[in-house]
């Protein structure tokens, strides 16, 4: 897995070295969490919340089992269709896992503040760059899934399953009436090897 974690780590710094000319112009700065809380999706992959799950258990007792609970309370809320704040969003609008935050909130920026009328907007070769990292992410986790933060996490949680993904197993029937209901997608289905 660390030989996986240092690849991850190598998608993110190449998409932030490539895009960093396009976001010198962003008006994003430290306390702004509109992103975190009105802009949609935090798609990861199962990589990813391996890795936010390491950091989790690495929390002290109190702030885990805060967190475990606004991970449950957010999942039912998303599968009820609501949109809400990232529940690693602490009350000062700081990420508590930002070294570990997955792609979905790497990629994101805005050139302009943004509000319900005005959602974030990007340069066009920063999210060409994005979907291409993405793709990047689903070939490095070719045996894993991509799917809402608070998704994945929870498939995470289920023994068999991670029991499976860290045999470096694929078994899609284990998951599938869960990821057709909740859009999980299947990474080896998404990119060309």
Do not use: W
Not at 65 to 80: D, I, T
Not at 160 to 185: C, D, N
Not at 186 to 193: D, F, Y
């Amino acid at each position: 897995m660390v030989s996986e974690f240092d690849e991850l780590n190598a998608i993110y710094d190449r998409f932030a070295a490539d895009s960093a000319p396009y976001r010198t112009e962003a008006a994003c700065a430290r306390g702004c969490a509109f992103c975190c809380t009105d802009a949609g999706r935090i798609d990861i992959t199962t990589l990813e919340g391996l890795r936010i799950r390491r950091i989790m258990a690495g929390l002290l007792r109190n702030r885990r089992v805060a967190l475990e609970k606004s991970l449950k309370q957010e999942f039912k809320k998303r599968e009820a269709g609501l949109t809400v704040p990232c529940p690693f969003l602490m009350k000062n609008n700081a990420c508590m896992i930002y070294e570990a935050r997955p792609f979905a909130c790497r990629r994101v920026y805005s050139l302009h503040r943004c509000s319900q009328a005005r959602p974030p907007l990007l340069h066009r070769q920063v999210m060409q760059l994005g979907t291409e990292a993405v793709a990047a992410l689903q070939r490095l986790d070719t045996h894993g899934y991509t799917g809402h933060i608070s998704y994945i996490l929870h498939m995470l949680d289920v023994p068999r399953f991670l029991e499976t993904y860290l045999a470096g197993q694929f078994k899609p029937e284990e998951v599938m009436a869960f990821g057709k209901g909740h859009g999980i997608v299947i990474n080896k289905r998404m990119v060309q090897p």
